[in-house]
T-cell receptor, first 119, second 112 residues
């Protein structure tokens, strides 16, 4: 158990809809990262927050947004969903801020992911 | 700029035989290198990391990797595969200010 909690584990929705994925980082970790994993794109870094502030952006679409709340949990909002958004979405956390989707020489702790299926 | 190439998308080994997963990297700076493992329906877990200390790095579950600067490689090995090693493995390169680049992954199948 990594200590990172993601909900929901599975989500099935229709095109055009909006969903919210939630992540609770490990206790004490200030950085939260969101990744998308799909068969054709592999693991793609989306966005990073550190202590409530956006720190780095990766390949995140404009239809997607995220935020980190004062209690350090984070939410990833996906809107106007398309079939191609079907993927596994991972949240990870780390102690150090790092930059651009990394954790310096530290370690990322990953949740078990939220599997989104868009029909 | 940095990049990472995992040379094999799939590796099949018999239980009890050695495992070799190949990774080459490119980095303009002294890199940090990591191997992560992802078991089915699970998140990624750190196996080991290299951060400019010893070139031979030992990780969890009997895995180790050797950093070879001259060959820009960071291959992952295990002397004897176990059925529980069946998973996807990711080689990751990071630079000095923390940007990570994940490889495409190597799927390991272990046969009895």
């Amino acid at each position: 158990d990594s200590g990172v909690t993601q909900t929901p584990k599975h989500l099935i929705t229709a095109t055009g809809q909006r969903v919210t994925l939630r992540c609770s980082p490990r206790s004490g970790d200030l950085s939260v990262y969101w990744y998308q994993q799909s068969l054709d794109q592999g693991l793609q870094f989306l966005i990073q927050y550190y202590n409530g502030e956006e720190r780095a952006k990766g390949n995140i679409l404009e239809r997607f947004s995220a935020q980190q709340f004062p209690d350090l949990h984070s939410e990833l909002n996906l809107s106007s969903l398309e079939l191609g958004d079907s993927a596994l979405y991972f949240c990870a956390s780390s102690v150090t801020p790092g930059t651009s989707g990394g954790a310096g020489t530290g370690e990322l702790f990953f949740g078990e992911g939220s599997r989104l299926t868009v029909l | 700029a940095q990049s990472v190439t995992q040379l094999d998308s799939h590796v099949s080994v018999s239980e009890g035989t050695p495992v070799l997963l190949r990774c080459n990297y490119s980095s303009s700076y002294s890199p940090s290198l990591f191997w992560y493992v992802q078991h089915p329906n699970k998140g990624l877990q750190l196996l080991l990391k290299y951060t400019s200390a010893a070139t031979l790095v030992k990780g969890i579950n009997g895995f180790e990797a050797e950093f070879k600067k001259s060959e820009t490689s960071f291959h992952l090995t295990k002397p004897s595969a176990h059925m529980s090693d069946a998973a996807e493995y990711f080689c990751v390169v990071g630079n000095s200010w923390g940007k990570l680049q994940f490889g495409a992954g190597t799927q390991v199948v272990v046969t009895p």
